[in-house]
Structures are given as structure tokens and as C-alpha cells.
């Protein structure tokens, strides 16, 4: 057991939309993450996604709607919901999913990131 610190996990990468791997449990992964830009529409089909902002806002484009989520704020996007984040500014943010959770869901892209690493 150790005390993770957020902000001195989130000082140790520069690159953006590449998840980092910071703790896990249960079959899940605590991935660490800075987004800027947009982000591709993909959908996860078996796992729900819990994005919580630490730093900055990140905008969750869904298709019949568009969620904002502030620092401090978590959305979860149930499997199946075709979704499109969106860090207008660099964003911050945890992720809690399922360790078979590929980034990109059913997208295969130039983003698709098949090998995390921890730090």
C-alpha cells in the first residue's frame, strides 16, 4: 500500500489523450491523464467510463447532448453511449475503468493506445 499524489503523478508526463496507470483494484484501473483537443466519438460496448477533472474542464460531447464537467466533478458514460471528450484548455482527469478498457473503445486510430504504462 502507498499514498498516490495526484499532482505529482500528473508532473511526471507532458503527452496528451495517453493514459497513464497509477493504482489498481478490483479488475479496474486508476489511469491518469492529460487531454487537449478533441478527442475521437467511440463507444465502449462492456464498460462504463468514470471521468473525474482534477484541473481544468473538460466537455463531453454526447449525441443528442453536451456535458460539462468542472475540477472536482466526475460524468459517467455508461457502456454503449457513443461519447466525444473535448479539453478546450489542458485538462486533468482520473480515469476508473475495467483493465480491458482500450481508449479509443471501437475505434482503431492514431491515438488507440494498446500498451499503458505505469508510473
Known sequence: MEVVNLEEKFERFLDYWNPKIVGEFNGQFVKLVKLKGEFVWHQHEQEDELFLVVNGRLR????????????GEFLIVPKGI??????DEECHVVLLEPVS??????VRDDRTVDELHRI
Do not use: Q, S, Y
Open 60 to 71: 463531453i460531447k454526447l449525441r443528442d447532448r453536451e456535458v460539462l464537467i468542472n475540477p
Open 82 to 87: 457513443e461519447h466525444c471528450p473535448i479539453a
Open 101 to 106: 478498457t482500450l481508449n479509443t473503445g471501437n
